[in-house]
């Protein structure tokens, strides 16, 4: 009973410390309306800090944080690409040796004649009468030259063959395509088919399709760029 009675007075005691309270300045108010003045000031610098200046520290921290953890990965990368180093260069070196290969099987511009000479010589060589010898257009790629001849041989059906595996033992890449054997009246065979042979680019034109290349791809990224910013609004 006295400890519930110590408890009324104590809250009737506190409660009337805020009365009369205005027009006192703060500094003259009783202990406990100071305290509850005290906490809330505080409680509001506390929202406003963080409204005003922690929340960017935070946000700060949380993007140096997803940044460090993209670093991580990238060190980890070239960690590995740094052990492995000596293979790679291996690797790169094989790969180099290789295309130098394949680009010695292609004719320059001007071993283009000889080699329509070496196919016509091989149809020639192996008793096949030519009735359509024809080169066509040459369509210039990336990285080399295609030069399409339309041909039209007759002959037997042994001597064709030696013909088309004559065709892949030339030094110089040549292959045969959109191949259609017919019968001709007197029993022999006909082979229609395009002969496409490959050569290297010159300087100029590997110049050229650098330039290409280089505004094909500009061309892109700006069509992906539009498209990207229609797809956002």
């Known amino acids: 009973m006295n400890k519930n009675i110590d408890l009324k007075d104590l809250s009737q005691s506190i409660g009337a410390q805020f009365q009369g309270l205005q027009g006192r300045p ?6 406990a309306p100071r305290l509850m003045l005290a906490l809330g000031v505080m409680a509001a610098v506390i929202v406003a800090g963080y409204f005003l200046y922690w ?21 980890t990368v070239k960690i590995a690409e740094a052990i492995n180093l000596e293979a790679l260069q291996e690797q790169k070196r094989q790969v180099d040796q290789y295309v130098e290969r394949l680009q010695k099987q292609l004719p320059s511009k001007a071993e283009m004649a000889a080699l329509l000479s070496d196919i016509n010589q091989a149809g020639v060589g192996r008793g096949l009468q030519f009735e359509l010898f024809k080169p066509g257009q040459v369509v210039v790629r990336d990285y080399y030259a295609e030069l399409p001849i339309d041909i039209k041989v007759t002959g037997s059906y042994h001597d064709i063959g030696a013909f088309a595996g004559d065709m892949a033992h030339l030094p110089r890449i040549v292959t045969l395509n959109n ?19 490959f050569r290297y680019l010159d300087p100029e034109e590997a110049a050229t399709q650098r330039e290409v290349r280089k505004e094909r791809e500009k061309a892109e990224k700006q069509a992906a760029a539009k498209k990207k910013q229609g797809a956002a609004q």
């Not at 703060?26 to 202990?31: A, K, T």
């Not at 191949?179 to 006909?190: H, I, R, Y």
């Open 55 to 75: 929340s960017a520290q935070f946000e700060e921290q949380e993007a140096g944080a997803a940044k460090e953890a993209t670093l991580r990965q990238e060190y």
């Open 26 to 31: 703060p500094g003259q108010w009783p202990l």
């Open 179 to 197: 191949m259609s054997l017919t019968t001709a009246k007197d029993g022999s065979l006909v082979l229609d088919a395009v002969a496409k042979t």
